[in-house]
């Protein structure tokens, strides 16, 4: 059972193949009724994560199975969640990975492991990243001993998979917990990654999303300049894969020349997940980050001068210790020019062990929630209208699912993304007169309507356009 993000569901993919290395047969979350042990890899990113997680770990604990719980809320509070939690068996930490069949036989053999005991994790390597990659065999290192040796189960079978390329984050964002639970940032070898990136081919996988947590940092701790566009190069050479996607890419670090390998690279999406988190510069500087708004509507048009159709997607936080009304009059500046295709609104919340919890100027509750609803409103308008924009226009969509549940729509029940949606977070496109259509196909279409920021196309041959649906969807 995974929570969170995209980096938690490799892990999980990794922990269920060394799992089934040892001898473990994996039933599915609708078939946990029938499980010995039930293994929740828990996330820690907000409140409303850690509650999800806690919940899980309790439901888990009702169907009478053993529970563990893993992950980043078990690696960032260890002996106090297992405290508060006594429904868990064991509380492990991310160094127990290599050895979680073992400490798996111990929980059902009615024994609990020691309970894991945080760390900054930070600490475990070299500040400076040049020394990492000598160092990085001696400490554990949450993703990165994930090379071709160790074996990974998809737990989610289609044609989009995660693939992470590093693991941890050097930057000091005073709002963010991250790199003291997931350390310092450490690159995977690209021969690594091009050979996992083969393997998940051999599964079925059409497409990879890089993840890791600052993935415009990669290559800094490896030899050679320019090691990101390298590794876009060589993935675009691998038999069978048909489209690479990057995701979380920071605007201080995104340089023309990767812009230029994104936009060029014709296997490499035209889709820049950007972490913007605000515009104001006042606000910007108390978040320990760099930018503008100005210098972020460069950073667009710099973007769709290389890629005019590229998607664009980013998150920001409202109500962060000292906003001003000014200062979100300047967000809502920069989201009306810039016109992204998607994004994630977040309230301000105070998190353990940041510097953004000594800060002045806390703002009420009701007042964090007003500009939320503040926001949201206003990117949901631009995005159906960014999305509206693109009627007329032809799309590679790639296949996800045929929905029984839309068999009597008349658009039909083939649903899929395109170039610039990464799938399940930017909307998706449903598509019309697409019969003989399966999961894993790619197919050129023209978009003839939209419902919000999801679209309604049709295979270019057969496109007839259609007035777009009335009013805003949300999702």
């Given at each position: 059972m995974t929570l969170g993000c995209a980096r938690n569901d490799v892990d999980s993919s990794e922990l269920a193949g060394r799992l089934q290395a040892d001898g473990y047969r994996l039933v599915g979350t609708d078939d946990s009724d029938h499980a010995d042990v039930i293994v929740v890899n828990t996330c820690a990113f907000v409140d409303s994560a850690k509650k999800d997680s806690i919940d899980a770990v309790l439901a888990a604990a009702d169907t009478g199975a053993k529970v563990v719980a893993v992950g980043c809320m078990a690696e960032r509070y260890g002996t106090e969640l297992a405290q508060a939690l006594p429904e868990a068996d064991a509380v492990l930490g991310f160094d127990a990975y290599p050895r979680l069949g073992a400490l798996l036989g111990d929980v059902m053999a009615g024994h609990r492991p020691a309970v894991h005991t945080p760390i900054d994790r930070r600490t475990l390597l070299p500040i400076s990243p040049v020394d990492r990659a000598t160092a990085?065999?001696?400490?554990?290192?949450?993703?990165?001993?994930?090379?071709?040796?160790?074996?990974?189960?998809?737990?989610?079978?289609?044609?989009?998979?995660?693939l992470k390329i590093a693991s941890g984050c050097d930057r000091r964002c005073t709002f963010c917990a991250i790199p003291s639970f997931r350390g310092a940032f450490v690159s995977r070898r690209p021969g690594e990654i091009?050979?996992?990136?083969?393997?998940?081919?051999?599964?079925?996988?059409?497409?990879?999303?890089?993840?890791?947590?600052?993935?415009?940092?990669?290559?800094?701790?490896?030899?050679?300049?320019?090691?990101?566009?390298?590794?876009?190069?060589?993935?675009?050479?691998?038999?069978?894969?048909?489209?690479?996607?990057?995701?979380?890419?920071?605007?201080?670090?995104?340089?023309?020349?990767?812009?230029?390998?994104?936009?060029?690279?014709?296997?490499?999406?035209?889709?820049?997940?950007?972490?913007?988190?605000?515009?104001?510069?006042?606000?910007?500087?108390?978040?320990?980050?760099?930018?503008?708004?100005?210098?972020?509507?460069?950073?667009?048009?710099?973007?769709?001068?290389?890629?005019?159709?590229?998607?664009?997607?980013?998150?920001?936080?409202?109500?962060?210790?000292?906003?001003?009304?000014?200062?979100?009059?300047?967000?809502?500046?920069?989201?009306?020019?810039?016109?992204?295709?998607?994004?994630?609104?977040?309230?301000?919340?105070?998190?353990?062990?940041?510097?953004?919890?000594?800060?002045?100027?806390?703002?009420?509750?009701?007042?964090?929630?007003?500009?939320?609803?503040?926001?949201?409103?206003?990117?949901?308008?631009?995005?159906?209208?960014?999305?509206?924009?693109?009627?007329?226009?032809?799309l590679r969509v790639l296949v996800d699912r045929l929905d029984p549940d839309l068999d009597a729509d008349p658009v039909g029940s083939v649903v899929g993304h395109a170039d610039h949606q990464a799938p399940d977070v930017d909307g998706e496109v449903r598509l019309s007169g697409s019969a003989g259509l399966r999961p894993g196909d790619l197919v050129r279409c023209t978009v003839v309507g939209s419902d919000g920021i999801d679209l309604i196309a049709t295979p270019a041959d057969t496109a007839r356009p259609q007035a777009s649906a009335v009013g805003v969807a949300t999702r």
């Open positions: 990085v065999a001696r400490v554990s290192v949450p993703g990165h001993a994930a090379g071709p040796t160790v074996p990974r189960t998809l737990l989610d079978p289609g044609p989009v998979a995660p091009l050979d996992e990136a083969a393997w998940l081919v051999d599964q079925g996988v059409r497409e990879v999303v890089l993840v890791s947590e600052n993935t415009t940092s990669y290559g800094k701790d490896l030899p050679g300049d320019r090691q990101l566009a390298d590794l876009l190069a060589g993935l675009a050479q691998v038999p069978g894969l048909i489209r690479v996607r990057l995701s979380y890419l920071q605007p201080a670090e995104t340089r023309p020349w990767l812009i230029r390998a994104i936009a060029e690279i014709p296997t490499v999406a035209d889709y820049f997940d950007m972490s913007f988190q605000h515009s104001s510069a006042a606000v910007l500087r108390r978040m320990r980050r760099y930018g503008s708004t100005d210098s972020f509507l460069q950073l667009v048009d710099q973007i769709r001068g290389a890629a005019p159709a590229a998607g664009i997607r980013s998150n920001v936080i409202v109500g962060f210790p000292g906003e001003t009304e000014d200062d979100l009059a300047e967000l809502e500046r920069f989201l009306d020019g810039a016109r992204l295709d998607a994004v994630g609104v977040f309230g301000y919340s105070d998190e353990d062990g940041t510097e953004a919890l000594r800060l002045s100027g806390k703002h009420s509750a009701d007042v964090i929630a007003e500009r939320v609803e503040r926001i949201t409103e206003l990117v949901e308008e631009l995005a159906a209208q960014r999305a509206e924009d693109r009627i007329g226009s032809e």
